[in-house]
């Protein structure tokens, strides 16, 4: 077992850790506050590599593996959870799909503009009556000749909007349950294809989360991913990857408050000395730091995991779970060290608690990635 990163992987940290502190930080606070979306980020991360981290260069990307991959959306969340699930969304909602389950004339088209950061991805699965419960996803597609016409609303779209290339979740059988689900590669501009309402959001601000409306819209077969009726479980095979992903996002944003509760522990000074000379807060400190590193250990070993070829489904859920509570906990906690100033913007800790929530909520909730793990273990 060696738990040593390669040179490989600690050399792209260090250049993720780099670019994050000089281009994604300063602005973190000011973009949660405005809401502000900012493209030319996107396009720094396309010339660093970071679009594309795990895909072969023939497709757009790097040649990395899945551990960077994690590592890259670690680092950028322990600054701005924002732009760690825009990258998230696009290599693991959006791309993967298409590496795993597009033909040859997909992933040279959109894989490779995906990869190389020419185009930004997004997935669409939920709707408003259709959350947690997929199958009962009332957005179709019916075939008429070369094409399939989709009529429905998506809703709570990670990079709505914003995205070129939308992985599209329809019913081509509205019977069948499971089995009545297909996957399109839907392009920004097609007509029939609009954008509803914005989120304002408790958390995430810079990164847009919006209603994605079709409305007779035409799709060329050739844009269906993977067979008619394949949709739900290339739907699944995608989260069980993107879970992993929401679990880094969860572990950098808890490094990073984290590392402001103790740095201002050390520093703040009641009753003549350090808070951190106090037992009850440097216990807070060892709690936090404990929990990072378990959250870690799952989430580097899901990945791991992935990498190998070996079934990862479990392990990601796991990762979710775990990485996402302990989140949620340690920026409670973080705010707590800071007293009355952690509860301003002053410091950043209040953004990280807020950031913490959405991931025990999206790419299933932690109730269903419990649901999702009781299955494996009980069957
Ligand atoms: N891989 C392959 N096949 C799978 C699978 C998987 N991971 N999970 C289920 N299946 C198969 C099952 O084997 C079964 O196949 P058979 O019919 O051949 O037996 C079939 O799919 C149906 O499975 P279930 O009975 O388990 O299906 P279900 O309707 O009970 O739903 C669920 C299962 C896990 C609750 C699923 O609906 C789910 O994951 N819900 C949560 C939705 C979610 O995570 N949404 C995230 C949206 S994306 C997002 O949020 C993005 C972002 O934040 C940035
Ligand atoms: P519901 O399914 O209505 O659940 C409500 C509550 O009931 C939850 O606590 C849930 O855990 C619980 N619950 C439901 N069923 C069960 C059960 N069987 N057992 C126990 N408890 C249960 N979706 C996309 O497709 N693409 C995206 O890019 C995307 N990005 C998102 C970004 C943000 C900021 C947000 C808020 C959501 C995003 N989502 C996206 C949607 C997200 O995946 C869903 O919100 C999530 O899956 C939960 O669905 P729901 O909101 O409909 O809640």
């Given at each position: 077992m060696d738990f040593q990163l390669t040179d490989e992987q600690?050399?792209?940290?260090?250049?993720?850790?780099?670019?994050?502190?000089?281009?994604?930080?300063?602005?973190?606070?000011?973009?949660?506050?405005?809401?502000?979306?900012?493209?030319?980020?996107?396009h720094k991360m396309a010339e660093l590599g970071l679009t594309g981290i795990p895909w072969p260069e023939e497709y757009g990307g790097i040649g990395a593996d899945y551990m960077s991959y994690i590592i890259?959306?670690?680092?950028?969340?322990?600054?701005?959870?924002?732009?760690?699930?825009?990258?998230?969304?696009?290599?693991s909602l959006a791309s993967w799909p298409i590496?795993?389950?597009?033909?040859?004339?997909?992933?040279k088209s959109f894989l490779k503009r995906l990869a190389s950061g020419e185009a930004l991805g997004a997935y669409?699965?939920?709707?408003?009556?259709?959350?947690?419960?997929?199958?009962?996803?009332?957005?179709?597609?019916?075939?008429d000749g070369d094409h399939y016409i989709l009529n429905g609303n998506k809703v709570w779209i990670t990079n709505g909007g914003v995205a070129d290339i939308y992985i599209?979740?329809?019913?081509?059988?509205?019977?069948?349950?499971?089995?009545?689900?297909?996957?399109?590669i839907v392009e920004k501009g097609t007509s029939g294809f609009t954008f509803g309402k914005k989120e304002k959001k408790l958390g995430i601000r810079s990164s847009p989360t919006t209603?994605?409306?079709?409305?007779?819209?035409?799709?060329?077969?050739?844009?269906?991913?993977?067979?008619?009726?394949?949709?739900?479980?290339?739907?699944?095979?995608?989260?069980?990857?993107?879970?992993?992903?929401?679990?880094?996002?969860?572990?950098?944003?808890?490094q990073g408050a984290f590392e402001a509760a103790t740095a201002y522990a050390k520093e703040r000074e009641q009753f003549g000395k350090p808070l951190?000379?106090?037992?009850?807060?440097?216990?807070?400190?060892?709690?936090?730091?404990?929990?990072?590193?378990?959250?870690?250990?799952?989430t580097y070993q899901a990945a791991w995991l992935e990498s190998q070829?070996?079934?990862?489904?479990?392990?990601?859920?796991?990762?979710?779970?775990?990485?996402?509570?302990?989140?949620?906990?340690?920026?409670?906690?973080?705010?707590?060290?800071?007293?009355?100033?952690?509860?301003?913007?002053?410091?950043?800790?209040?953004?990280?608690?807020?950031?913490?929530?959405?991931?025990?909520?999206?790419e299933g909730t932690n109730e269903i990635q419990r649901l999702v793990i009781g299955k494996m273990v009980t069957k």
């Open positions: 600690d050399m792209l940290r260090k250049m993720v850790r780099d670019f994050a502190t000089n281009d994604v930080e300063p602005t973190a606070a000011e973009r949660d506050e405005e809401e502000r979306f900012d493209r030319e980020i996107f890259a959306v670690e680092e950028l969340s322990r600054v701005c959870a924002s732009t760690g699930v825009t990258l998230s969304a696009h290599v590496y795993k389950y597009g033909n040859e004339a997909q992933k669409a699965l939920s709707e408003p009556g259709a959350g947690s419960d997929v199958v009962s996803m009332k957005t179709s597609a019916k075939e599209v979740f329809a019913k081509t059988n509205l019977d069948k349950r499971h089995k009545g689900i297909s996957a399109f209603e994605l409306i079709f409305e007779n819209c035409r799709i060329p077969k050739a844009n269906m991913l993977g067979d008619e009726g394949e949709g739900f479980k290339i739907a699944m095979m995608t989260l069980d990857g993107g879970r992993n992903g929401i679990a880094a996002q969860a572990l950098g944003i808890a951190a000379s106090n037992q009850g807060i440097s216990f807070k400190l060892a709690d936090m730091a404990t929990e990072i590193e378990a959250a870690r250990l799952l070829g070996l079934p990862y489904g479990k392990a990601s859920a796991m990762s979710k779970l775990f990485a996402g509570d302990a989140a949620m906990r340690i920026t409670v906690e973080a705010v707590q060290v800071f007293g009355g100033y952690g509860y301003t913007k002053d410091y950043p800790v209040e953004r990280y608690m807020r950031d913490a929530k959405i991931t025990q909520i999206y």
